[in-house]
């Protein structure tokens, strides 16, 4: 419903008060702290009188938060000295364990 709102020139731009409108239709408002932290993080220009959103990031969030859903079930880590993530349990799921003599 937001992008069929959206700008014409870009999909990914609404007007802050069309995106308030077709909220309200939904039964969503914000209070005016909520309103700011949405300026704060979405707007795209500096004009007060006609404020415009980039939407194109609340569809990328929810992406991001379906990969989070699929990175929360894989057990993986970060190393400090190593940035590239670590598979607990090797790449064929195979936990290795060292070897301890017990004698």
Known sequence: ??????????????SFKKFQDILKEEGITFNESENEILMQAFVVNQDRNNIKLAIGQLYSIKTTKKIRKIYDKVNMYEEMDNPDLVDNSGYFGIF????????
Request: no cysteine; proline share 0%.
């Open 1 to 14: 419903m937001l992008r069929r709102n959206a700008d014409a020139e870009d999909q990914n731009i609404i």
């Open 96 to 103: 290795y364990r060292e070897k301890i003599n017990l004698s």
